[in-house]
């Protein structure tokens, strides 16, 4: 949870560290990132989304599976973060991820917001 919040901070702060430190966070994260609720998961790509910084396929590949593991846990503002994130960094989540966050949408759509469907 403390490295999300770390990037999620840089990114609501609109700062961006060097790619260098960006990348050591990131191993960090895949160190741990099977201990990633949905709401650091959605947070995380969403602060790299906002940093314009794309992670490595090796990590967004732990986020799919990860995403995967916990997405009943995953709220309408997971949903999308996570959604616009990827579209911003331009990452094709597989389309089994694809399937499964649809369904989870459809389960929790009555929770959307209007930004929520937008971001979608």
Do not use: G
């Amino acid at each position: 949870q403390a490295l999300s919040n770390i990037v999620w901070a840089w990114a609501t702060m609109k700062f961006k560290p060097a790619k260098e430190v960006l990348t050591a966070m990131e191993l960090r994260m895949l160190a741990c990132i099977d201990d990633f609720n949905a709401q650091a998961l959605a947070n995380t790509v969403w602060a790299c989304a906002t940093m314009r910084y794309k992670p490595s396929q090796e990590m967004m590949s732990a986020v799919e599976r990860c995403t995967l593991a916990c997405l009943d846990a995953f709220n309408a503002q997971n949903l999308a973060n996570m959604v616009w994130a990827c579209a911003t960094i331009r990452y094709h989540l597989s389309s089994r991820v694809l399937a499964s966050i649809e369904r989870r949408t459809l389960e929790c759509l009555h929770n959307f917001i209007p930004k929520n469907l937008a971001n979608m």
